[in-house]
């Protein structure tokens, strides 16, 4: 057996932590989770590195957040040696609860194995459960049509909020996503205008997101909602009620000054000596700081009442809702279908807005919203075919989440979101909206370190813009913003006593990039439902039905010796298919989601077809 070696905590988002069971107790004790250690005997083995036990090193503060969810599961190795071969196999009972610093768990490395033989080949593909070399080369296809969107990285998330969107997952027995998405956006209205994330002197991001959640009628969207929203609403309340009395004294000032004014309006008209007067009390209106009802957030209203609410709320403002009514609204519903867009645009960079009211005209000089909408999925289509919504760059600044549906398999048994974690949760919200506000939002700067981690992921996007990205340029280029505005976020859950004096760590940084890759697949299948459909996408659908069809006229078929062999079959108008290099993109998607096998050799390229999908 080879000697185990040490892998750091990076290899660890290749094993990113599985969604709790479902239903997931909290008080539950969860039981001993068994990992299977398989290495290949010498026999079967590919090269001597291929499959090695090694063990992956967990920070201190990571083992309560394994605690809640199990250890990050061993990646299935499709491997089953022949009879004579007897593989090595080492099973060790690990206590969640105690979990120890290290434990053995399989990783591939990156030497790839040997190009298995047409005969091995259809000794895989005639029996699967006898994949000597053809199961650790092949895989199972990803969809074309429907990406497979990853559950929320909850370990990225803090232990206490952790904690609690477990329980509300739990409880109304939904997606942990929808709860994580929520407590994000939550954590984001009560610190909009408070800091900002300050890359360089000239770019900076605010801290405020826009988030939609796709989930069926059925999907209890409004439980989740309110149980992550309700602190906010509480915080209002308690305000506004300690106010009230300074409150309605402001009014009436105002009315008193109001009242004034108009009189003297009526008397300059008649008396034109008294115009200084009139000017003065217009100044005393004017600058007069009425105190108002607190108000953070609303669930619709239109374009024009928008602009009002970010007036009357010194340019803060969050649109919080079950439902997506918002959209209509800001389609045009209310204004003979012309889209007034301006203010949402606007607000997502801190921007200046000017209102125009009937009797005056006032500047807000930086405007923030917070968006936190749920929405069923025939919702988002009507929203994706809307040419204003996606040409203004609406739909490009929202994060999209799209969790698979619990419906009908759902217990159906009442699971209370413990006292204590609704109390720390409702507390550690409310410390975040009482934390004040300054002249301008204060600097959170990031390390070196967390800056060249973010240059590598930004440089990623940057290369696919043109390929993977091509159906969302549009979206992928502010995912790069939006992943610095989530590190500021998780900065400031983690450092609340020394926000300003700390920099954003390399180990927050890499938790935001991967929540950025969590949204970057689900807004990849949200952009899709709207049915725009790349044509390198179109071709390579054109090809695998044109290689099945051939399948099942000669089932011996298992590659194609060049790409003039595939583009012989596949030649066609309609997909514009008029000469080799139409192919060439769309074989290389193939070869991505493990369709096919691209072998380069010295005149041409093999084109080796997966057996797990092109069966007989």
């Not at 921007?351 to 919203?369: C, F, G, K, Q, S």
């Not at 939002?441 to 060249?452: G, V």
């Not at 996408?537 to 078929?557: E, S």
């Amino acid at each position: 057996m080879a000697q185990p070696i040490k892998v750091s905590l990076p290899d660890l988002v290749k094993y990113p932590l599985p969604p709790p069971p479902i239903p997931a107790r909290i008080n539950a004790h969860p039981p001993p989770l068994t990992i299977n250690v398989v290495e290949l005997s010498p026999q079967t083995r590919a090269p001597d590195n291929f499959a090695k036990p090694v063990y992956i090193e967990l920070p201190v503060n990571f083992s309560d957040t394994v605690s809640e969810q199990g250890l990050p599961p061993a990646p299935t190795i499709l491997t089953h040696p022949p009879p004579q071969a007897t593989p090595f196999v080492d099973t060790q009972k690990i206590d969640i609860e105690n979990t120890p610093s290290t434990y053995p768990i399989p990783v591939l490395s990156d030497v790839s194995p040997p190009i298995p033989t047409p005969a091995q080949m259809t000794q895989g593909a005639e029996d699967l459960q006898n994949q000597v070399v053809l199961g650790a080369y092949w895989r199972i296809p990803e969809p074309l049509d429907k990406p497979t969107t990853p559950p929320f990285p909850a370990h990225s998330i803090p232990i206490g909020p952790h904690q609690f969107a477990l329980a509300v997952s739990a409880t109304t027995e939904t997606p942990a996503d929808m709860a994580f998405v929520s407590i994000l956006s939550a954590f984001s209205l009560a610190l909009q205008d408070k800091y900002e994330v300050v890359m360089n002197s000239d770019w900076s991001e605010p801290l405020n997101i826009y988030s939609l959640i796709i989930a069926r009628s059925s999907d209890r969207k409004s439980a989740v909602y309110k149980l992550c929203t309700e602190p906010v609403m509480k915080h209002m309340d308690e305000k506004n009620r300690k106010n009230a009395a300074a409150i309605a004294k402001s009014r009436r000032e105002r009315e008193v000054l109001q009242k004034r004014v108009d009189g003297l309006v009526t008397i300059v008209a008649k008396d034109p000596t008294r115009q200084q007067d009139l000017e003065d009390a217009q100044d005393d209106l004017s600058n007069f700081q009425e105190i108002k009802k607190l108000k953070l957030m609303t669930d619709d209203c239109t374009a024009e009442s928008l602009t009002s609410l970010l007036a009357d709320n010194d340019g803060r403002m969050g649109i919080v809702s079950s439902e997506s009514g918002i959209f209509a609204t800001l389609a045009g519903r209310y204004s003979s279908g012309e889209p007034n867009l301006d203010a949402v645009l606007k607000s997502y960079s801190g921007e200046r807005i000017t209102v125009n009211r009937r009797n005056r005209e006032e500047e807000i000089p930086r405007a923030y919203l917070t968006f936190l909408l749920f929405a069923q999925p025939q919702i988002l289509e009507k929203i994706m075919q809307n040419g204003d919504l996606r040409g203004r760059g609406l739909l490009a600044r929202f994060l999209y989440s799209i969790p698979e549906s619990l419906a009908g398999r759902r217990t159906n048994t009442e699971q209370p979101i413990p006292q204590h974690l609704k109390d720390g949760y409702e507390n550690f919200l409310k410390l975040l909206l009482n934390l004040p506000y300054g002249n301008e939002p204060t600097a959170i700067t990031i390390s070196n370190e967390a800056k060249d981690l973010y240059k590598k992921f930004r440089d990623e996007i940057e290369a696919k813009l043109n390929n993977e990205f091509e159906e969302i340029e549009d979206w992928a280029g502010k995912i790069h913003g939006n992943v610095l505005r989530i590190s500021g976020i998780l900065h400031v859950v983690e450092n609340i006593g020394a926000i300003a004096v700390t920099p954003i760590s390399e180990h927050t940084m890499a938790r935001a990039i991967e929540i950025g890759k969590y949204f970057i697949e689900h807004s990849k299948y949200a952009f899709q439902i709207m049915g725009a459909e790349s044509p390198v996408k179109q071709i390579a659908k054109h090809i695998l039905t044109r290689i099945k069809t051939m399948k099942r006229k000669n089932p011996g078929l298992l590659e194609f010796k060049s790409f003039y062999e595939i583009f012989r079959l596949c030649r066609s108008t309609v997909y514009k298919i008029n000469k080799i290099e139409d192919i060439e993109p769309a074989l290389d998607l193939l070869q991505d989601k493990g369709y096919i096998k691209l072998v380069p050799e010295e005149r041409h390229t093999r084109i080796l077809l997966n057996p797990l999908y092109f069966k007989n």
